[in-house]
């Protein structure tokens, strides 16, 4: 079997896919992938959830677990409120760096738009 899994490791309020990247050619089942899953929880508690993927030679992938860590540390992950606070000092941040910039005027049209235009009224 020539597949690779996918593993990706989670934090607290971490998206799966913003998660810590693992391969393995080792792990083609949900079996292996609970065995490992239960394996790296034991070692760091701080790993919120786990996801397996296999993916095939042509590019495809099947999802074989994801896994919940029920012994997670709800103290490890930043609080909702400073992802809250980071977001919003980024929003800020963009809009600052936005104050007194004004778009270009649009550009005038060609001299051959001109022309084009001034027959085509000419002519009705």
Same mark, same amino acid.
């Given at each position: 079997?020539?597949?690779?899994?996918?593993?990706?490791?989670?934090?607290?309020?971490?998206?799966?896919?913003?998660?810590?990247?693992?391969?393995?050619?080792?792990?083609?089942?949900?079996?292996?992938?609970?065995?490992?899953?239960?394996?790296?929880?034991?070692? #760091? +508690?701080? *790993? $919120?959830?786990?996801?397996?993927?296999?993916?095939?030679?042509?590019? =495809?992938? %099947?999802?074989?677990?994801?896994?919940?860590?029920?012994?997670?540390?709800?103290?490890?992950?930043?609080?909702?409120?400073?992802?809250?606070?980071?977001? #919003? +000092?980024? *929003? $800020?941040?963009?809009?600052?760096?936005?104050?007194?910039?004004?778009? =270009?005027? %649009?550009?005038?049209?060609?001299?051959?738009?001109?022309?084009?235009?001034?027959?085509?009224?000419?002519?009705?």
């Amino acid at each position: 079997m020539s597949s690779v899994t996918e593993i990706y490791v989670c934090k607290l309020r971490q998206e799966l896919k913003k998660g810590k990247l693992f391969t393995s050619g080792d792990i083609h089942n949900r079996q292996d992938a609970e065995q490992d899953a239960r394996e790296r929880c034991s070692h #760091d +508690d701080t *790993i $919120a959830k786990i996801g397996y993927y296999v993916m095939q030679d042509d590019g =495809s992938f %099947k999802s074989i677990l994801l896994y919940e860590n029920p012994d997670v540390d709800p103290n490890s992950g930043p609080s909702e409120e400073m992802v809250t606070s980071e977001r #919003d +000092d980024l *929003i $800020a941040a963009a809009q600052q760096a936005h104050i007194g910039i004004s778009s =270009s005027p %649009k550009p005038r049209g060609s001299n051959f738009f001109k022309v084009v235009t001034f027959i085509i009224e000419e002519a009705s």
